[in-house]
């Protein structure tokens, strides 16, 4: 790999972090010193500066204080990544992370450098665009360029999961420092995410994740089973549901909701939604959504407020069900309302339509709903569809 301009042996430093090796053993302890001679005065010992700290061997003693890098296509970021990162974090006291992209790639490059920004708020991270698809990786000269754009001085060190980056490292005349090439210590990497992200999706850092979690609104009348059904497909697919807060708020407001109440309630909906996100596992079942609030607020009260609308319009799911409003009413007496309730689904059934996203309509038999769900659900989770939905919805495919 050829030594460093210090005059350290680069060599060296492929000892750490999964790159083979051992560490130099201490060094012996020091002997006492020999009583002084009968008469004397003992010497004052001379206090020893403490030694500085050491990110290498002996034959790497660079003090913390050293830049590094780390180059990559995070497409998308996930705990491999992370590991590699919290290496050189460190390792370094100044840390550049370059994320290269295209207009092309199914996730946009500014929101990798989001996620990563968040993840390491104290980590210079920056965008670097390219003509050439991603997927391939920069050749060692177009690399060593990239890096130099964002910093006048080349890095001490070059930290990489890939051993294809020893040849950008020795462009920029950096020490390569390997971390986990052989995917011992996190088994994942952005190949195998993208070959198949809802098996993978365990390896996506909760900042990540709602990205790519499939958001499915189950919405109908009042009283036709979309909580009940909501809550068994959580407990189904082993994640989360956002409960309707329009319920939660209409018990602690004693029933009755009024305008500004419901205001509320589409955005707690909306908020809910947005947290629970973080934590879902692949799918996020929502007991309603903030188009059902307003409608509500309009048979109620006469109108909802425009934001709501326009909420709705940018919070596409990736499924919508529609439950039946032909279910047995459950309820006060004189909220039992037949047209009412089948007119509200009518309104419902006529959004899932216009907005465009694949919906389904429940049927009578309720025995069914969990089955005729989960088949639709298992289709939505495919990851081709994923990546091609969410790509689409940002106009990239």
């Known amino acids: 790999m050829g030594d460093r301009r210090d005059g350290t042996d680069a060599r060296d430093v492929t000892d750490w972090a999964g790159g083979g090796g051992s560490w130099e053993p201490d060094p012996p302890a020091p002997k006492d010193p020999p009583p002084p001679p009968a008469g004397k005065e003992p010497k004052k010992p001379v206090p020893k500066k403490p030694d500085q700290?050491?990110?290498?061997?002996?034959?790497?003693?660079?003090?913390?204080?050293?830049?590094?890098?780390?180059?990559?296509?995070?497409?998308?970021v996930h705990r491999g990544h992370q590991y590699l990162i919290d290496v050189a974090r460190a390792s370094v006291e100044q840390l550049l992370v370059l994320v290269f992209a295209t207009?092309?790639?199914?996730?946009?490059?500014?929101?990798?450098?989001?996620?990563?920004?968040?993840?390491?708020?104290?980590?210079?991270?920056?965008?670097?665009?390219?003509?050439?698809?991603?997927?391939v990786a920069p050749?060692?000269?177009?690399?060593?360029?990239?890096?130099?754009?964002?910093?006048?001085?080349?890095?001490?060190?070059?930290?990489?999961?890939?051993?294809?980056?020893?040849?950008?490292?020795r462009a920029l005349g950096s020490a390569f420092v390997p971390v986990d090439p052989q995917r011992g210590v996190v088994p994942?990497?952005?190949?195998?995410?993208?070959?198949?992200?809802?098996?993978?999706?365990?390896?996506?850092?909760?900042?990540?994740?709602?990205?790519?979690?499939?958001?499915?609104?189950?919405?109908g009348a009042e009283s036709t089973g979309k909580s009940t059904l909501c809550a068994q497909l959580a407990g189904a697919y082993e994640t989360l549901h956002v409960p309707e807060y329009a319920r939660t708020l209409a018990e602690a407001r004693g029933?009755?909701?009024?305008?500004?109440?419901?205001?509320?309630?589409?955005?707690?909906?909306?908020?809910?939604?947005?947290?629970?996100?973080?934590?879902a596992n692949r799918v996020l079942f929502c007991d309603t959504d903030a188009r059902t609030v307003g409608y509500w607020a309009e048979r109620l009260c006469g109108e909802a407020p425009a934001w709501i609308a326009s909420e709705a319009d940018a919070r596409p799911?990736?499924?919508?069900?529609?439950?039946?409003?032909?279910?047995?009413?459950?309820?006060?007496?004189?909220?039992?309302?037949?047209?009412?309730?089948?007119?509200?689904?009518?309104?419902?059934?006529?959004?899932?339509?216009?907005?465009g996203g694949?919906?389904?309509?429940?049927?009578?038999?309720?025995?069914?709903?969990?089955?005729?769900?989960?088949?639709?659900?298992?289709?939505?989770?495919?990851?081709?569809?994923?990546?091609?939905?969410?790509a689409a919805r940002l106009g990239l495919g």
């Not at 994942?188 to 990205?211: C, Y």
């Open 358 to 390: 694949e919906h389904i309509v429940l049927g009578h038999d309720r025995s069914r709903w969990l089955a005729d769900a989960s088949a639709v659900i298992d289709d939505v989770l495919d990851t081709t569809r994923l990546l091609a939905a969410r």
């Open 188 to 219: 994942i990497s952005g190949t195998a995410m993208r070959a198949d992200l809802m098996r993978n999706f365990a390896m996506l850092p909760a900042s990540v994740r709602p990205w790519f979690v499939r958001r499915v609104a189950i919405v």
């Open 53 to 76: 700290p050491k990110i290498a061997r002996s034959g790497l003693t660079t003090a913390l204080g050293a830049s590094g890098v780390v180059c990559g296509r995070f497409l998308p």
């Open 255 to 279: 029933g009755e909701l009024d305008a500004d109440d419901l205001a509320l309630a589409a955005r707690g909906q909306i908020a809910s939604e947005d947290a629970l996100a973080a934590h």
């Open 317 to 355: 799911y990736d499924l919508t069900i529609v439950t039946s409003p032909e279910m047995p009413f459950v309820g006060a007496a004189e909220r039992d309302q037949p047209a009412a309730r089948r007119a509200f689904h009518a309104r419902l059934h006529e959004a899932a339509l216009l907005g």
């Open 103 to 135: 207009p092309t790639d199914p996730i946009p490059g500014a929101l990798r450098v989001r996620w990563l920004r968040e993840l390491y708020p104290g980590v210079d991270v920056e965008l670097e665009e390219r003509t050439e698809s991603s997927l």
């Open 139 to 169: 050749d060692p000269g177009e690399l060593a360029r990239a890096v130099s754009r964002h910093r006048a001085r080349a890095p001490h060190f070059f930290f990489a999961s890939e051993l294809a980056y020893q040849a950008a490292a």
